[in-house]
């Protein structure tokens, strides 16, 4: 049993395009969806989704409320049990403040980035701290072309990439996020 409380955090600015401009994308559906359901299935604490403008952060919640409390909810409840994990910010330092007001012990940043760092942090390491030691562990996901390079920097850690064995890396956030909460919070298949 993990020590650790385990929070995703989905950010949508301060982004890179591919041009690497610092943007602010979308919040899209599919994403509210699939990373509240791996949420739920992993355990994680919470899933909290970081965006700036107020009118993105109603669209999340009138689709939350369609599955919580509308016809969604009864259509499917399983998508009803995955949304109650879902929850909305403005900012970053907002869903830091929320996390040390609900749960004691330290706060920890760690963002994830498709590009190495020298100062990355590998997955059994960070497993190994999530399983052994008391905190509040937020996991930074990006959108777009990634997180800015200075909120990468002000991290605790950053997460080394995923490596599929070839060249191509470019992986959905969905993707990664299952990926990434499989490695950290999943069986330990991989150990004998």
């Known amino acids: 049993?993990?020590?650790?409380?385990?929070?995703?955090?989905?950010l949508h600015y301060p982004m890179y395009n591919k041009r690497m401009d610092i943007i602010t994308t979308s919040i899209t559906?599919?994403?509210l969806h699939d990373i509240s359901r791996v949420a739920r299935t992993y355990n994680a604490d919470g899933f909290f989704v970081?965006?700036?403008s107020e009118n993105q952060r109603e669209l999340l919640e009138q689709i939350k409320s369609y599955w919580q409390e509308g016809y969604g909810g009864t259509y499917n409840p399983d998508r009803k049990?995955?949304?109650?994990?879902?929850r909305t910010a403005g900012k970053l330092a907002e869903v830091k403040d929320i996390i040390a007001r609900?749960?004691?012990g330290e706060v920890l940043t760690v963002?994830?980035?498709?590009?190495?760092?020298?100062?990355?942090?590998?997955?059994?390491?960070?497993?190994?701290?999530?399983?052994?030691?008391?905190?509040?562990?937020?996991?930074?996901?990006?959108?777009?072309?990634?997180?800015?390079k200075e909120l990468l920097e002000e991290c605790d850690y950053i997460l080394a990439p995923l490596a599929g064995?070839?060249?191509?890396?470019?992986?959905?956030?969905?993707?990664a996020v299952s990926i990434i909460l499989d490695r950290l919070l999943?069986?330990?298949?991989?150990q004998t």
């Open 102 to 104: 609900e749960s004691p």
């Open 29 to 31: 559906n599919l994403d």
């Open 165 to 175: 064995g070839g060249a191509y890396n470019h992986l959905s956030v969905r993707s």
């Open 81 to 86: 049990e995955a949304f109650k994990i879902l």
């Open 1 to 10: 049993m993990r020590k650790s409380r385990v929070y995703i955090v989905l």
């Open 50 to 52: 970081v965006h700036p």
């Open 111 to 148: 963002a994830t980035d498709a590009r190495p760092y020298s100062n990355s942090v590998s997955y059994l390491s960070l497993r190994e701290k999530v399983l052994n030691n008391e905190q509040n562990i937020l996991l930074l996901f990006g959108t777009g072309w990634g997180i800015q």
């Open 186 to 190: 999943g069986e330990s298949w991989f």
